[in-house]
């Protein structure tokens, strides 16, 4: 039976180029778990898109003496470059600077506001003087309340995770020129979270049995420790969504208020660029879908609090605001995998200093299948990992070339040329064929299970075991004497082994995507295993914006099932699916590091 899954991903801000802690953190564990899903025959859209919005786009583009929409867009171009290049197959990415966005946003706000979840108040926000601007909670750090953290940020705390209140914030300065800003007087709407909260902890113990500790820390621990209390969620900025109420010109919707609403709306858009415009309900309303969502730790309060919060506020009432009816209430997540960060060699990535591992600029030197291997054999899933430039290249040359692709490579490469470019035809399978089938096959089960647990690590090593076992079977059976003996043995393994290695290619898809494509060429399948990533412009009455898309295959079936490879199948001339790297490249990098500017 076919599922309904929602793959929702962070949203990316763009005012920074995305490094490996971004990816690992959450766009390659939503790629993989979604490459999985359509492996399987399941009915999955990833969606996400650039967050456009916000002061820190609107201080870049002063900065450099441009518009917030030429900032964000050199950005968010970029992201799109990366993802086709990594292979983050969305079925949509596209921003919040489109008008459905815009549309859809006000409707959640106005369902609220109608629903009786908003108020007013009249606040005192931190104003620079010396920039003639109010500063959002972002724009000022100073010493936490709380726990005494020094650089604490207006809106949570880097040291104990708290949420916090911008203005008691203890010796602040502004983020942007270090002067001091001062208290002064301006309204704002906030999200009644204080009378949400009884529905958001019944939601909450819906997931404890199955959420991971961390999230549920953030999320249910803090609200039992301290409860929940309004939350502004309007600012003064005119770079944003205006608040669609009179009199409320020159605000803008909080950009964090607004950008987690775009797992809607990117649903939404992708169902009316597709040519179904209702189609998005079948993710959002229907109460059976699953929606998981994939996002780093410093977000966890934002997706498992407020955002369910927004949700739960606006109920039925958003479709009356945004299509004119009453309808269902939206789902609510049904997980929040988050991830810890990845440090690099030791220390916390640091953009500002250079100090990171770029995306674009790695895959200008490597491919993107060693990289997504190494980001996931390193997921920080439970615990903060580190990238190391040694184990990186440890990791290419005695795992992915090593195990995997030798195995593939030598059996192929012999199979070719011995048996004239064609699967041999193989005699009874003798015990130990049977054997290496069997195990492998069951990897359909163990590491599926793990993927839809999003495990993805042990996944991966379960896939790797599996290929490990691939290479006890050959050095055992040895074709390459047995064919100087007995031939038709020798085609036996090798019909054998070209079986185990064409189920593995399935299972190495999610995390290998552009070297099982390869490989499955070199077998002679003309059927590819996944659909194709484009790009695409798209215009409405806020201007253009490109979008990435995601075409499937021409065939829908489910392929995550054990090889049924055909003797005499035509083979196609097999080259290494990777390279061995010199040990002497991770000193090179480790020299690139803090070197050059952002
Ligand atoms: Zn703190």
């Known amino acids: 039976m076919s599922a309904n899954i929602l793959v929702a991903v962070a949203w990316p801000y763009a005012n920074a180029q995305i490094h490996v802690g971004n990816l690992t953190g959450s766009t390659l564990p939503a790629d993989i778990f979604t490459r999985y899903h359509r492996l399987a025959g399941n009915q999955v859209i990833m969606v996400s898109g650039s967050d456009s919005h916000g002061t820190p786009v609107a201080v870049r583009a002063d900065a450099e003496q441009s518009t917030p929409i030429q900032v964000y867009q050199k950005y968010h171009v970029s992201f799109i470059e990366l993802y086709q290049k990594l292979g983050l197959a969305f079925d949509l990415f596209t921003s ?56 604490a940020r207006g809106d949570q705390c880097d040291s104990c995770g708290n949420m916090l209140d911008a203005n008691l914030l203890i010796d602040p300065r502004s983020k942007i020129d270090g002067s001091t800003p001062e208290l002064r007087e301006t309204e704002h709407f906030y999200l009644d979270l204080g009378l949400l909260e009884p529905t958001i902890v019944d939601f909450l113990k819906t997931r ?54 775009g797992y809607l709306s990117a649903a939404i858009e992708w169902a009316q660029i597709s040519g179904q415009p209702e189609a998005w309900k079948d993710w959002w309303f229907n109460p059976d879908a699953l929606s998981y969502y994939f996002i780093g730790k410093d977000n966890i309060p934002f997706h498992a609090v407020i955002w369910p919060a927004q949700l739960i506020g606006a109920g039925g009432a958003f479709s009356q605001f945004f299509e004119g009816r009453q309808s269902s209430t939206l789902n609510l997540p049904f997980d929040i995998p988050a991830n810890e960060f990845m440090n690099l060699e030791g220390e916390k990535i640091s953009g500002s ?246």
């Open 96 to 151: 919040t600077h489109t008008q459905n966005h815009f549309k859809v946003s006000q409707a959640i706000f106005l369902a609220l506001k109608q629903n009786k979840y908003l108020y007013t108040q009249r606040e005192k926000q931190w104003f620079s003087p010396a920039q003639n601007r109010y500063l959002p909670d972002r724009y000022v750090e100073g010493t936490c309340y709380i726990c005494g953290f020094k650089n």
């Open 208 to 261: 404890e049995s199955y959420w991971r500790p961390n999230v549920l820390r953030q999320s249910l621990g803090q609200i039992l420790a301290d409860g929940l209390h309004g939350r502004a969620i309007t600012r003064d900025l005119d770079w944003g969504i205006p608040v669609p109420v009179e009199g409320w010109q020159g605000k803008c919707l909080y950009v964090w208020f607004e950008a987690v609403i």
């Open 353 to 598: 200093r250079n100090w990171a591992v770029w995306g674009l600029d790695f895959l200008t030197r490597y491919d993107p299948d060693p990289l997504r291997y190494y980001l996931t054999a390193n997921m920080p899933e439970s615990k903060d990992t580190d990238w190391d430039w040694g184990d990186f290249v440890r990791r290419n040359n005695d795992e992915l070339v090593a195990t995997w692709g030798n195995l593939a490579n030598r059996v192929l490469s012999f199979a070719y040329r011995n048996w004239d470019g064609h699967v041999p035809t193989p005699g009874e399978l003798r015990p130990d064929d049977h054997a290496l089938l069997a195990t492998v096959e069951a990897g359909f089960q163990s590491v599926g299970k793990e993927l839809e647990a999003v495990h993805l690590r042990s996944a991966l090593n379960e896939a790797l075991r599996l290929a490990t076992e691939g290479n006890k079977y050959l050095d055992k059976a040895a074709p390459w004497f047995e064919i100087k003996k007995d031939k038709a043995a020798a085609a036996t393994t090798i019909y054998t082994a070209l079986r185990a290695i064409d189920s593995l290619k399935v299972l190495f898809a999610p995390f290998l995507p552009f070297t099982s494509q390869l490989l499955h060429t070199y077998m002679g399948y003309s059927q590819p295993l996944f659909g194709e990533q484009y790009t695409e412009t798209r215009q409405d009455n806020l201007g253009k914006h490109s979008v990435l898309r995601y075409r499937p295959p021409a065939t829908g079936k489910a392929q995550w099932q054990p090889s049924q490879l055909a003797a005499g199948q035509a083979l196609v001339e097999p080259a290494p699916l990777y390279r061995k790297l010199d040990p002497s490249v991770a000193e090179v990098e480790r020299t690139r590091l803090g070197q050059r500017p952002d």
